[in-house]
């Protein structure tokens, strides 16, 4: 599932890398909501998953997330400096223990019985 997620995510990117080749944001000459909601979004992407060997097959999305990040829309309003990944995280699930085997559930607590009111 992750290997079909990332092939999702790299024909998005090459998508929206080709539409950047010739424009600086996504619509018009400056930043719009559009830009913002956009790169926020991606923003994980380029912090977690993204690292320099990707990032060098979408020169425009790069591009584009540095320059909107740089941005006073941005800058002001963020608590620490955005970072580019440099070495991509493990996407790959964690595996399970033996096979049929499920991992060690936590016991669950039966509710406290309410005693009935009598009137």
């Given at each position: 599932?992750?290997?079909?997620?990332?092939q999702?995510?790299d024909?998005?990117?090459?998508c929206?890398?080709k539409?950047l080749g010739?424009?600086t944001?996504?619509?018009?000459?400056?930043?719009?909501?559009g830009d913002?909601v956009?790169?926020?979004?991606?923003?994980?992407?380029?912090r977690?998953?993204?690292?320099?060997?990707?990032?060098a097959?979408i020169?425009?999305?790069?591009?584009w997330v540095a320059?909107c990040?740089g941005?006073?829309?941005f800058?002001?309003?963020?608590?620490q400096?955005?970072?580019?990944?440099?070495?991509?995280a493990?996407?790959?699930?964690?595996?399970?223990?033996?096979?049929?085997?499920?991992?060690?559930?936590?016991?669950k607590?039966?509710a406290?019985?309410?005693?009935?009111k009598?009137e």
């Amino acid at each position: 599932a992750a290997d079909k997620a990332k092939q999702h995510i790299d024909r998005a990117l090459a998508c929206v890398n080709k539409e950047l080749g010739s424009r600086t944001f996504l619509v018009g000459d400056s930043i719009t909501l559009g830009d913002i909601v956009c790169v926020c979004g991606l923003g994980g992407l380029f912090r977690y998953v993204l690292d320099r060997k990707k990032r060098a097959e979408i020169p425009h999305v790069t591009r584009w997330v540095a320059t909107c990040l740089g941005q006073p829309q941005f800058s002001s309003t963020a608590s620490q400096p955005f970072t580019f990944c440099e070495e991509a995280a493990d996407t790959q699930p964690a595996k399970q223990g033996k096979k049929g085997k499920k991992a060690a559930q936590p016991e669950k607590k039966a509710a406290p019985k309410q005693e009935k009111k009598q009137e």
